[in-house]
């Protein structure tokens, strides 16, 4: 009881604190909402597992939740509209053979969706336009190359096709998904597991927070680290690290004394923040997501039941808190829908998807304003799903930003072209400059008869995985349908 009473004291403290400070903002009122019962998705089994990612992804057309599963790993993939009770025979995305630890959409095509997992596979799935029907058990690529369990995978912001996985073996991979190639390796540049990486604005840096309490700014293509931070939070908890559209890191960690900090830097000259908070003594990770469009920041904490916003200035003290959202049921996990799939018309600024531990339930922020006219001021122009570049130019040096569209009429899906990969040739590809060979003069070898039959055995071994993993799929089913027909049976 006391310590509860001290850990009230201390939010209260810290709130009077920060609203002492903070100026006159559009966002002031800024207050959140969950919707009636009737527009959650319920009866859903969330993952269990002991991973601190949000364990749901969401776009303008889909919600994406990790669940339970037996036999491998899955993950539910929902229409918006198909809210209610969600039934145990539902079709899921079945593929991997291990429990699955974190799903990302990409940000150029509503129904591609990448997930990685324990079973040290990234796995990339193309999603029916009208959701599933059956499960899904066969990728549209399978990206093989981390050796321990992979806890993320983080689509590139403008270039098409580019995705970044990162895996307990403290490597970082950059993946062509259009070819199926690991294109950079950054295997070098952690000594201990990676908490979360971030891409900037225009997807040229990657910003890492790492179990050695190292916050770094990496530079993917010249595979050298810009800037570091040691000790950028001192206690031995989880820390996250985001890029801010001007090129500043957001941080969140633990003191040494275990207390929640939330930290600005100019990786341009790391040795102090811009700002440093201390927040609360809740042991729970805190999870950022931001809206580079009104620089705000919402601070979800894992096992909190409260969603803390912030605005980012370049006035002092830089980060200005504005409001708290709070309820009554710890959240499990937390999806952010991107601004396109807002409702403009109720000015809604955010929309999240907050997992409890058999549903899922849409928190809705809004600020409230008298008129019913389009809000300039609140919605820019935003990323659209077009891409800026190609993965190829990406990859050979070329920058983009996002390419913006307009939401004054609302933001109306289009048709998503399908993901195709092209699995290169080796032999086709052009020799590198240091290897001294011409594979012109190179005399065409006959096909070795060994290989051929260890190609058809490898066909072979491949068509009975595929054939077991479609049986345990419908044997989950299955087991579904009974453990329904028993409730009914015992009610």
Not at 232 to 258: C, K, Q, W, Y
């Amino acid at each position: 009881m006391l310590v509860s009473v001290l850990l009230a004291l201390k939010h209260r403290e810290f709130c009077y604190t920060m609203r002492r400070v903070v100026r006159q903002s559009k966002f002031r009122h800024v207050f959140g909402q969950a919707v009636k019962n009737d527009q959650c998705y319920d009866d859903i089994r969330v993952s269990r597992v002991t991973w601190d990612s949000s364990f749901c992804a969401v776009n303008p057309r889909f919600v994406a939740i990790i669940i339970e599963a037996s036999g491998g790993g899955a993950f539910l993939v929902l229409p918006l509209h198909k809210t209610g009770r969600i039934d145990k025979s539902y079709p899921t995305v079945c593929g991997h053979t291990g429990p699955v630890l974190d799903i990302d959409w990409c940000p150029h095509s509503d129904q591609v969706i990448a997930s990685g997992s324990e079973d040290c596979t990234v796995m990339v799935w193309q999603i029916p336009e009208n959701g599933l029907t059956l499960s899904l058990t066969e990728p549209v690529v399978i990206l093989e190359g981390h050796s321990k369990r992979v806890g993320i995978v983080a689509w590139h912001p403008t270039a098409r096709n580019v995705l970044l996985s990162a895996g307990c073996d403290n490597a970082i991979i950059i993946w062509n998904v259009g070819t199926g190639e690991a294109l950079i390796n950054l295997d070098d540049m952690h000594s201990d597991m990676i908490y979360n990486v971030s891409w900037n604005r225009n997807g040229s840096l990657i910003c890492t927070a790492s179990k050695d309490k190292k916050v770094r700014v990496i530079d993917p293509r010249k595979q050298e680290i810009v800037a570091e931070k040691e000790k950028a939070h001192e206690g031995a908890r989880p820390m996250r690290a985001i890029f801010l559209a001007d090129g500043n890191v957001f941080t969140t960690g633990f003191s040494r004394m275990s207390e929640r900090q939330l930290a600005l830097w100019n990786p341009k000259n790391m040795q102090e923040p811009i700002a440093l908070h201390e927040m609360d003594t809740s042991n729970g990770v805190l999870l950022p997501f931001y809206d580079p469009d009104t620089s705000i920041i919402y601070l979800c904490g894992k096992g909190d039941s409260s969603i803390r916003y912030f605005e980012i200035t370049d006035e002092s003290p830089y980060v200005h808190y504005l409001n708290t959202f709070s309820s009554k049921e710890p959240q499990r996990g937390m999806g952010y829908m991107p601004k396109r799939g807002l409702d403009v018309n109720k000015c809604e600024i955010a929309r999240f998807f907050k997992l409890h531990e058999r549903k899922c339930e849409p928190i809705i922020m809004t600020v409230p304003r008298k008129s019913d006219l389009f809000q300039d001021d609140l919605y820019p122009d935003t990323a659209g799903p077009e891409a800026a570049l190609e993965a190829e130019e990406w990859f050979e040096g070329k920058n983009a930003d996002p390419v913006l569209i307009s939401l004054k009429h609302g933001y109306i899906p289009g048709k998503n072209r399908d993901l195709k990969v092209v699995k290169k040739n080796i032999l086709d590809s052009k020799p590198t400059a240091n290897k001294k060979c011409d594979l012109i003069n190179v005399p065409k070898k006959t096909p070795d008869p060994a290989s051929v039959q260890n190609e058809a055995k490898l066909d072979e071994i491949l068509k009975e995985i595929k054939s077991i993993k479609d049986t345990i799929c419908n044997q989950d089913e299955r087991i579904s349908k009974l453990e329904q027909q028993m409730a009914k049976i015992a009610a």
